[in-house]
């Protein structure tokens, strides 16, 4: 019988010669062979993408890292797994290793702030242009298609305001079109969402979330595929891209607890905005809670789970007062990231032009409606609701 994936994930392999429950952090740069032919052996498995225990070489992995990278192929039916040493690094590796000169790129205008800086300003630099397109308007994604396009790059949802997207319409059009996609999907994990199921080619999640868990490790995953391995493997190769076997380990030991952190985040988040929907100056949530909520039914279509992260829409003349709301929080930390143990809350600035974007193309938000970002930890809701209870009086 198939195992679950959340039995899988408590047992990935078979393997108990090392006598303890985990795999050993393996350190290593130089890898040893027998002679030189087990040696030339190896580097044509890995070539053809078989089934490995160890690298030729360091700078690809270790054992530590192969072993999370099954686990993570088989969370995300993929082909192969890219391990990095951030979230981010994955992003851009998807980036380098498919545009070239020359090429347009379709971005998801709600896309993570780096995500569209890289787009922005360094593709350019690159000859590559990358065009945003509005994630609630697939008739505005489809006008923007060229002969030029080679990606899609899709976040769903963003991670800022919550737009969902009708995945598969956008997978058809691609592939009529023959332009890869890429999915951004660190918000439901591939627990919730399979991209590459749904016939992504890439499925990207920032292993600094929800899979550590804890927010003591950072790392990237770029779940791919057979059409796009090559390319792929070719710039990781040459890149440099590589995670820690102790980055790794801990990554292992969060995916372990993924299934139950996931499950106690939603029923927490569904405490929290119980309250919160009864807000006089929360004027939206921005979460798929209830029927009516904004793409309620694209997130139903999807996704089997809904994970802890959320913004609330704030209405005030006084934007003072808002961040007198967020540093008067003392559960909720004030702070970039989020999929850790512990609760956050952020002022998105999310219309501001920086040196290498010029912020939303598409922004639906009024001047003096102010996002802030929540992240709902494992902390108990009711010391959560006692916090926002009391700051939420600072705005005016
Ligand atoms: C955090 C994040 C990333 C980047 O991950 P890092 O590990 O911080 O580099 C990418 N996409 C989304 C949606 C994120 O939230």
């Not at 697939?138 to 737009?163: A, Q, R």
């Not at 059009?173 to 332009?179: E, N, S, T, V």
């Not at 796009?228 to 890149?239: D, T």
């Not at 989020?338 to 002022?347: C, N, V």
Request: one cysteine or more.
């Amino acid at each position: 019988m198939k195992k679950s994936i959340k039995t899988y994930l408590k047992h990935p392999t078979n393997d108990n010669s090392n006598r303890s429950a985990n795999p050993p952090v393996i350190r290593a740069s130089t890898i040893l062979f027998n002679t030189m032919q087990e040696l030339y052996g190896h580097e044509k498995k890995i070539k053809r993408n078989q089934k490995i225990t160890h690298y030729s070489y360091g700078r690809y992995g270790s054992s530590t890292t192969i072993e999370l990278e099954n686990m993570l192929k088989e969370l995300e039916g993929a082909f192969h797994v890219f391990l990095t040493g951030t979230g981010f690094g994955g992003i851009s590796l998807a980036l380098m290793s498919i545009c070239r000169p020359g090429d347009e790129i379709l971005v998801s205008d709600n896309v993570y702030g780096p995500t569209k800086e890289i787009s922005e300003k360094l593709l350019k630099e690159f000859k590559i242009n990358a065009i945003f397109y509005n994630p609630e308007s697939f008739y505005d994604l489809k006008s923007k298609i060229s002969k030029k396009t080679k990606m899609i790059l899709v976040e769903n949802p963003g991670s800022n305001t919550f737009e969902f997207q009708d995945l598969s319409k956008i997978v058809k059009l691609a592939k009529r079109k023959k332009i890869y996609t890429f999915l951004d999907n660190t918000w439901g994990t591939p627990l919730y969402l399979k991209p590459l199921k749904i016939g992504f080619d890439m499925s990207f999640s920032s292993a600094t979330k929800y899979y550590s868990g804890h927010s003591d490790a950072m790392g990237g995953s770029l779940a791919v595929n057979k059409k796009v391995f090559k390319s792929i493997m070719f710039f990781y190769k040459l890149s440099g891209y590589r995670m820690s076997a102790d980055e790794a380990y801990l990554i292992i030991r969060g995916l372990r607890t993924l299934d139950t952190r996931l499950k106690q985040h939603f029923e927490n988040t569904l405490k929290i905005i119980n309250f919160l929907k009864k807000q006089k100056k929360i004027i939206e949530i921005l979460y798929p809670y209830k029927p009516s909520s904004r793409n309620y039914k694209l997130w139903k279509k999807y996704y089997s789970g809904a994970t802890g992260l959320l913004s609330i829409v704030i209405k005030s003349k006084k934007k003072s007062s808002v961040i007198r709301f967020v540093n008067s929080l003392e559960l909720f930390g004030i702070g970039y990231s989020w999929g850790g143990f512990e609760s956050l809350a952020i002022l998105q600035d999310l219309k501001k032009q920086t040196e290498y974007t010029k912020g939303r193309h598409f922004f639906r938000f009024k001047k003096d409606e102010h996002i802030v970002r929540l992240h709902i930890g494992l902390e108990d809701p009711k010391d959560l609701i006692f916090d926002l209870k009391r700051s939420l009086k600072y705005i005016k």
